[in-house]
């Protein structure tokens, strides 16, 4: 467990108080995301919430997308998961919970995710939210982070951190596939 250092884009929010660092990995590239998410997948449960937060281009989408195809067991290049920028939320049906992927950068007022029904959701379904900067500084608890940053010098470079409130089951949960390439 070590201090957050703040995220490097002023428009990020610093995470909550009681929230510390708990790991973090090089993502070399695409193929690298891709295994990290593969990796994560099977660790999640209904009722998990994963928050991803990073700059634009920092990788959050290519996350969840490899994400979703993991947890619904289909490969790359076999069914569309769009992203979530316009309708704001997109669901999935997943073996054994729902999947709710949303993308929070056009939400204007945190109170839209009761709207939105994301609230709810976060209770039985496996929830991935991108941008939660915009619902902050009200994280849900039983959340993790995930913050994603490029890094300089290296084209498709990724450091990822996994932030999390202390005592957090799931960031246990999620802790070998963060220190285990």
């Known amino acids: 467990m070590t201090a957050i250092a703040p995220p490097s884009d002023p428009d990020l929010a610093t995470p909550p108080p009681g929230w510390t660092a708990r790991s973090s990995r090089l993502l070399s590239g695409p193929a690298a995301t891709d295994a990290l998410a593969r990796a994560v997948a099977p660790r999640l449960a209904p009722g998990d919430t994963l928050l991803l937060q990073g700059q634009l281009g920092a990788g959050k989408s290519h996350f969840a997308r490899a994400l979703i ?62 941008w939660p900067d915009r619902i902050a500084p009200d994280w849900p608890a039983r959340a993790v982070c995930l913050r994603l940053e490029t890094l300089p010098g290296l084209h498709e470079g990724r450091e990822a951190t996994l932030i999390a409130p202390e005592g957090s089951d799931l960031a246990r949960r999620l802790l070998a596939p963060m220190i285990r390439p």
């Open 69 to 130: 195809r993991a947890l619904l067991g289909i490969e790359e290049g076999q069914g569309e998961i769009p992203s979530p920028t316009f309708t704001l939320v997109q669901s999935y049906d997943g073996a054994g919970s729902e999947i709710w992927h949303a993308d929070l950068y056009r939400l204007s007022d945190p109170q839209e995710i009761v709207e939105l029904g994301l609230d709810i959701a976060m209770d039985d379904a496996i929830c991935l939210i991108e």
